[in-house]
């Protein structure tokens, strides 16, 4: 059982390209998540999906964009990237059932900007 | 909304030392509350989490917290550390009703010592 899969694991962009991050999750869960982790600044949600279809806005969701075709995979596009946008990124994915239940976290993709 | 604090950025302890790491949340309603792992180079895993009952929970890997209300904390300890205990620790909080947003601290990094 892979649980929570992110592709790629590292990645150096220039300024300016673009790119997507592929999340994708085996355990049929219906909310996903994206995050980036910056030293000193814990998990910041970038954006979210509540069900196949549905995306929304997380606490710093400027510069990027998502798309939940498939229940099953979140993708995180950066449209025009900026070295403000090097981070870890993790995606997590968590079964319905309110709020008890824990989010599932892949192993992160390490993104730099030059 | 509500918040956590870690007040900790990093905590160093002699193997074999009793540990605290300590967590503050701030919330007008009911909350769940968590704490993750994160071993160098990856995702968060989960440790243990609070939902309801008894006020001490016990984890994985010999951790333990303890929900006290009244002073709004859910401290995590573990009564004799190993060096594989050494990684960053993050406590997590979320409230139900809505998409059940995860707040996370800034996570402290537990140092263990030879």
């Known amino acids: 059982n892979a649980g929570v899969t992110q592709t790629p694991k590292f990645r150096v962009l220039k300024t300016g390209q673009s790119m997507t991050l592929l999340c994708a999750q085996d355990?049929?869960?219906?909310?996903m998540y994206w995050y980036r982790q910056d030293p000193g600044m814990g998990l910041r949600l970038i954006h979210y999906?509540?069900?196949?279809?549905?995306?929304a806005k997380g606490e710093v969701p400027d510069g990027y964009n998502v798309s939940r075709l498939k229940k099953q995979n979140f993708l995180l596009g950066l449209e025009s990237a900026a070295p403000s946008q090097t981070s870890v990124y993790f995606c997590?994915?968590?079964?319905?059932?309110?709020?008890?239940?824990?989010?599932?976290f892949g192993d992160g993709t390490r993104l730099s900007i030059l | 909304a509500q918040s956590v604090t870690q007040l900790d950025s990093q905590v160093p302890v002699f193997e074999e030392a009793p540990v605290e790491l300590r967590c503050n949340y701030s919330?007008?309603?009911?909350?769940?509350l968590f704490w993750y792992v994160q071993y160098p180079n990856q995702g968060l895993q989960l440790l243990l989490k609070?939902?309801?009952?008894?006020?001490l929970v016990k984890g994985i890997n010999g951790f333990e917290a303890e929900f006290n209300k009244s002073q709004t904390s859910f401290h995590l300890r573990k009564p004799s550390v190993h060096i594989s205990d050494t990684a960053e620790y993050f406590c997590?909080?979320?409230?139900?009703?809505?998409?059940?947003?995860?707040?996370f601290g800034t996570g402290t990094k537990l140092q263990v010592i030879p």
């Open positions: 997590a994915s968590r079964a319905t059932g309110g709020g008890n239940q824990p989010q599932h």
């Open positions: 355990m049929n869960h219906e909310y």
């Open positions: 999906s509540v069900g196949e279809g549905t995306t």
């Open positions: 919330s007008s309603v009911s909350v769940y």
């Open positions: 609070y939902l309801s009952g008894s006020t």
């Open positions: 997590a909080v979320t409230v139900s009703g809505g998409y059940q947003k995860v707040t």
